[in-house]
């Protein structure tokens, strides 16, 4: 598939493991209550996630083996209830969660263990998280 935009809708779920997206996937403001699940999945430019709402249970969005081509932009209020799980994940690019808040209280809230990033992680400037932190063994080869 070229790219798909979501932008602003509302799902009670949305499986799209293993697609293939060649150019961006937009969820800007898109609400998924039961999860997002992207295992194995490319998409070859940005992931959009500004401002969406995911999750009510243990994983908001299972990004594990992702490949992202360019960026992943979760700014702007992306909120996850449940963990945002990015084991083994690329990001060609940046990843940024500036204004993102994830709530897992008791469990993990993020984990990006063995993420590999193009040119920098950002969460900062307002990113909150409640529950664990996993960043091990991931590395970002730019700055």
Do not use: W
């Amino acid at each position: 598939m070229r790219q798909l935009s979501l932008s602003e809708s509302v799902v009670p779920a949305l499986n799209a493991s293993r697609a293939h997206f060649d150019g961006n996937l937009r969820l800007i403001g898109f609400t998924c209550t039961d999860g997002l699940q992207l295992l194995g999945s490319h998409v070859g430019g940005v992931l959009l996630l500004d401002g969406a709402q995911l999750g009510t249970s243990e994983i908001a969005l299972d990004g594990t083996l992702l490949k992202v081509g360019s960026d992943f932009v979760g700014q702007n209020g992306l909120l996850c209830h449940g963990a945002l799980r990015l084991l083994n994940a690329s990001v060609g690019g940046a990843l940024r969660l500036e204004g993102a808040h994830i709530y897992n209280p008791g469990g993990v809230a993020v984990d990006a263990r063995n993420l590999t990033v193009g040119t920098l992680a950002n969460c900062c400037d307002g990113f909150t998280a409640e529950g664990t932190v996993r960043f091990c063994t991931a590395h970002t080869d730019g700055r």
